[in-house]
């Protein structure tokens, strides 16, 4: 599922700390398109 947002199937991003980010709101959105489903 990760590998569908392109910035974080090859680290561009320096900082640790905006790649954290980028991955939570990844998730999160994965998250939101199976509620959706559900709901």
């Known amino acids: ?12 991003e320096r900082r640790l700390d905006t790649h954290y980010a980028l ?3 990844a ?3 994965i998250c939101l398109r199976f ?3 559900f709901c």
């Not at 599922?1 to 561009?12: C, E, N």
């Open 1 to 12: 599922w990760l590998a569908g947002f392109g910035k974080l199937r090859i680290r561009f």
């Open 23 to 25: 991955l939570k709101l």
């Open 27 to 29: 998730c999160s959105l």
């Open 35 to 37: 509620i959706d489903k």
